[in-house]
């Protein structure tokens, strides 16, 4: 695919993104799933501390069903992004990388996606079980998924708690990590999860 505006001399080839995930970077699906995803769990966290500080029912009502739709969007698009990746080979990491450091990518990218579901999903049992699973999302009705129990809400409501927060200091490490193979090991792998840059 060739970005609007790069017409010009090597502008193409440094632009030029495939859609499909080559040997040696992400395309551009795996790019919009990845940073789509990001940019909805930031929000996500951003309406939790909203909600935490509301004041009011009608606007933390307000405030919930938003972030349970996004909740929603994030758990849909982890089933798409799933499905894609396991048609779509990631590209290999970079030659001569200790066996440590594989296994540590491999196992994150695992956990990362197991909470990028885990999360979404503690929550919408969570909100079964308080009483406000079943809800309208435009002509979608989405249905409960427990009866409702305050024990339950109470115990789902701490792991949503703990997988989010686990969620957030992994993803702390795994972008520190992300930086640290651009700017101290001056290899690939950040750039060929972005789309503009191509080689170095
Ligand atoms: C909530 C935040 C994030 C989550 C949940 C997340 C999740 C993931 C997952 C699951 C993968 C593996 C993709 C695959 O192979 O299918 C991945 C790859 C990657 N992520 Fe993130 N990510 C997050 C934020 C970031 C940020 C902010 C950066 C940039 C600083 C970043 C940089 C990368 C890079 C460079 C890769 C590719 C690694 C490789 O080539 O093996 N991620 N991310």
Redesign the pocket.
Known sequence: MKWPGASQGQGIERLSIPLRNTDDR?GLI?QLF?WL??AL??FQYTWAWRIDNAEGFRIRLELVTQHKTIGMVVLLLAVLRLAW?LFNR??D?PAGMPRWERLA?GLS?AV??G??FAVPLTGWLYSSAAGLGEYWWGPVSIPGLIETSERLEDVFGLIHQALAIS?GLL?II??LA??R?HFLKHDD??R??LPIWRGK
Do not use: G
Request: zero cysteines; glycine letters at 0%.
């Open positions: 992400y795996s990845h995803i990001v769990i930031i990746r990631p590209p990491l990518a990218h990362l996606y909470l990028i969620l993803a795994h972008v992300a930086l193979h792998v950040l060929r999860m």
